[in-house]
Protein backbone atom coordinates (compact mmCIF):
# COMPACT_ATOMS: atom_id res chain seq x y z
CA UNK A 1 0.00 0.00 0.00
CA UNK A 2 1.21 3.22 -0.31
CA UNK A 3 2.81 5.13 2.30
CA UNK A 4 4.49 9.10 2.37
CA UNK A 5 5.87 9.61 5.60
CA UNK A 6 7.12 12.85 6.56
CA UNK A 7 9.81 13.94 9.01
CA UNK A 8 12.42 16.94 9.78
CA UNK A 9 9.61 19.17 11.36
CA UNK A 10 10.30 21.49 14.41
CA UNK A 11 10.83 24.59 16.12
CA UNK A 12 13.01 27.28 14.31
CA UNK A 13 13.87 31.10 14.84
CA UNK A 14 13.17 33.17 12.09
CA UNK A 15 15.76 33.15 9.88
CA UNK A 16 16.67 29.58 10.66
CA UNK A 17 16.33 26.34 8.08
CA UNK A 18 14.92 23.22 8.16
CA UNK A 19 14.70 20.16 5.87
CA UNK A 20 11.74 18.35 6.00
CA UNK A 21 11.90 14.60 4.52
CA UNK A 22 8.98 12.51 2.36
CA UNK A 23 9.76 8.78 2.80
CA UNK A 24 7.55 7.06 -0.15
CA UNK A 25 6.87 3.43 -0.40
CA UNK A 26 4.03 1.29 -1.98
CA UNK A 27 4.29 2.66 -5.64
CA UNK A 28 7.06 3.55 -8.28
CA UNK A 29 8.20 7.25 -6.64
CA UNK A 30 10.19 8.20 -9.99
CA UNK A 31 6.57 7.93 -12.36
CA UNK A 32 5.33 10.76 -10.24
CA UNK A 33 4.95 13.88 -9.03
CA UNK A 34 5.36 14.74 -5.83
CA UNK A 35 3.81 17.81 -4.02
CA UNK A 36 4.34 20.31 -0.79
CA UNK A 37 1.67 21.62 0.70
CA UNK A 38 0.60 23.20 4.27
CA UNK A 39 -2.10 24.06 6.56
CA UNK A 40 -2.06 26.60 9.02
CA UNK A 41 -4.90 25.50 12.21
CA UNK A 42 -7.88 26.76 11.04
CA UNK A 43 -7.48 27.40 7.28
CA UNK A 44 -7.31 25.77 4.16
CA UNK A 45 -4.55 24.30 2.44
CA UNK A 46 -1.26 25.64 0.59
CA UNK A 47 0.21 24.47 -2.44
CA UNK A 48 3.74 25.41 -1.67
CA UNK A 49 5.74 23.53 -4.29
CA UNK A 50 5.87 20.46 -6.39
CA UNK A 51 8.05 18.61 -8.51
CA UNK A 52 7.59 16.42 -11.46
CA UNK A 53 9.23 13.19 -12.52
CA UNK A 54 11.47 14.91 -14.91
CA UNK A 55 12.41 16.82 -12.19
CA UNK A 56 11.03 20.19 -13.17
CA UNK A 57 9.97 22.18 -10.03
CA UNK A 58 7.46 24.94 -9.08
CA UNK A 59 7.02 27.04 -6.13
CA UNK A 60 4.55 29.17 -4.42
CA UNK A 61 5.20 33.46 -4.78
CA UNK A 62 5.51 33.02 -0.59
CA UNK A 63 8.64 30.79 -0.70
CA UNK A 64 10.11 31.41 -4.06
CA UNK A 65 14.16 32.03 -3.56
CA UNK A 66 13.63 30.97 0.26
CA UNK A 67 12.45 26.94 -0.34
CA UNK A 68 14.17 24.33 -2.49
CA UNK A 69 12.13 20.63 -3.22
CA UNK A 70 14.35 17.77 -4.14
CA UNK A 71 14.21 14.02 -4.82
CA UNK A 72 16.08 11.43 -4.87
CA UNK A 73 14.07 8.91 -6.61
CA UNK A 74 17.01 5.86 -5.96
CA UNK A 75 16.27 6.93 -2.15
CA UNK A 76 12.26 6.98 -2.83
CA UNK A 77 12.51 10.26 -0.46
CA UNK A 78 10.83 13.58 -1.20
CA UNK A 79 12.80 16.63 0.15
CA UNK A 80 11.89 20.62 0.83
CA UNK A 81 15.04 22.61 2.15
CA UNK A 82 13.56 25.97 3.87
CA UNK A 83 15.62 28.49 4.24
CA UNK A 84 15.72 32.11 6.06
CA UNK A 85 11.84 31.18 7.72
CA UNK A 86 9.57 33.36 8.85
CA UNK A 87 6.61 32.96 11.37
CA UNK A 88 4.24 33.24 8.59
CA UNK A 89 5.99 29.83 7.55
CA UNK A 90 4.75 28.09 10.93
CA UNK A 91 2.16 25.31 9.45
CA UNK A 92 1.54 21.38 9.31
CA UNK A 93 3.75 20.48 6.10
CA UNK A 94 1.98 17.24 3.73
CA UNK A 95 3.63 16.08 1.20
CA UNK A 96 0.96 14.11 -1.04
CA UNK A 97 1.84 12.31 -3.79
CA UNK A 98 0.33 13.98 -7.10
CA UNK A 99 0.38 17.44 -8.35
CA UNK A 100 -2.28 19.96 -10.26
CA UNK A 101 -4.04 19.82 -7.05
CA UNK A 102 -4.93 16.07 -7.52
CA UNK A 103 -3.41 13.96 -4.77
CA UNK A 104 -4.38 10.86 -3.90
CA UNK A 105 -2.68 9.84 -0.74
CA UNK A 106 -1.13 12.00 1.74
CA UNK A 107 1.70 11.80 4.83
CA UNK A 108 0.23 12.76 8.02
CA UNK A 109 2.37 15.91 8.26
CA UNK A 110 4.80 17.16 10.50
CA UNK A 111 4.72 20.28 12.46
CA UNK A 112 6.76 23.28 11.95
CA UNK A 113 7.11 26.81 14.15
CA UNK A 114 9.04 29.37 13.85
CA UNK A 115 8.78 31.50 16.83
CA UNK A 116 11.81 33.23 18.57
Known amino acids: QVQLVESGGGLVQPGGSLRLSCAAS????????MTWVRQVPGKGLEWVSD???????YYADSVKGRFTISRDNAKNTLYLQMNSLKPEDTAVYYC??????????WGQGTQVTVSS
Open 51 to 57: IQSGGSS
Open 96 to 105: AKGGLGEYDY
Open 26 to 33: GFTFSSYT
